[in-house]
């Protein structure tokens, strides 16, 4: 069960993890909250989007693609985020509605598996290998999802260490997320195993662009929690963690 509202919960992230289970996938938003298992640490939520939906993500021009940060409440993210993407350039409608509920439950299911009044949400888009290097986030959780573009690649814990050693000339095995795929990885903060090891997928001079959902719980490296009624540029270029 996901944190009520008003409950005050230890981050549910510690002791040792078997490798056995330390990989979980689901096909609902509710096997999420598999994270917070002390033997698990990633889940992947294999979910389906509707084709009209994937066909708009997969249409907006680069120019107009997001690409911002908000530390928010889940409950501040629609009134926050609908002028953020109207500065974009992005049409209002059932598409980009659909967008934002889709962010809005999202960051909803982080906040309460980790028990976050506020979450940093960064939307990005990436068109370049910023992040490409095999590495374990330093965090205890972070979710993921790649709304249009190349996935997140990852590395099974067996493999984690020779990955992050061999960089390039690592040639597997290597693993993907799948299309609009929902991820929470446990990263190094965790009290739990070492965090799984993974990557941006290199892009540049493919062509490609990428629009890269990424939620963390609050840190030093947050920016100001948003708060209405104030200009929050949210435009400004952002550090690439994932």
């Excluded at 990005?124 to 993921?144: G, M, P, Q, T, Y």
């Excluded at 095995?173 to 009290?191: M, W, Y």
């Excluded at 929690?225 to 994932?242: E, L, Q, Y």
């Amino acid at each position: 069960m996901l944190a009520k509202k008003d409950e005050i919960i230890l981050p549910p992230f510690g002791g040792a993890a078997p490798e056995k289970d330390s990989v979980q996938t689901c096909r609902s938003v509710d096997g999420l909250t598999e994270i917070q298992s002390s033997s698990t640490e990633l889940v992947i939520w294999k979910r389906w989007l509707p084709p009209q939906f994937r066909d708009w993500l997969d249409h907006i021009p680069i120019e107009v693609l997001p690409d911002l940060r908000l530390l928010i409440k889940p409950v501040e993210l629609q009134i926050a985020l609908e002028p953020l993407l109207n500065q974009c350039g992005m049409q209002a409608g059932d598409m980009r509605d659909l967008l934002i509920a889709d962010l809005a439950n999202l960051i909803q299911v982080f906040a309460g598996i980790t028990a976050s009044a506020r979450v940093d949400l960064r939307l990005e888009r990436v068109n370049d290998d910023a992040c490409w290097k095999f590495h374990r986030d330093s965090v205890d959780a972070r979710l993921i999802t790649t709304y249009r573009g190349p996935t997140t690649e990852w590395v099974k814990p067996s493999h984690g260490e020779r990955a992050i050693r061999e960089q390039k000339e690592f040639s597997g095995p290597l693993e993907r997320l799948g299309a609009h795929d929902v991820a929470i990885f446990k990263g190094s903060r965790a009290s739990s195993g070492n965090g799984i090891v993974h990557r941006s997928p290199p892009i540049a001079g493919t062509g490609c662009t990428r629009l890269l959902l990424c939620v963390n719980q609050p840190s030093a490296a947050s920016p100001n929690p948003w708060v209405a009624g104030s200009r929050n540029d949210s435009h400004a270029s952002i550090k690439r963690g994932w």
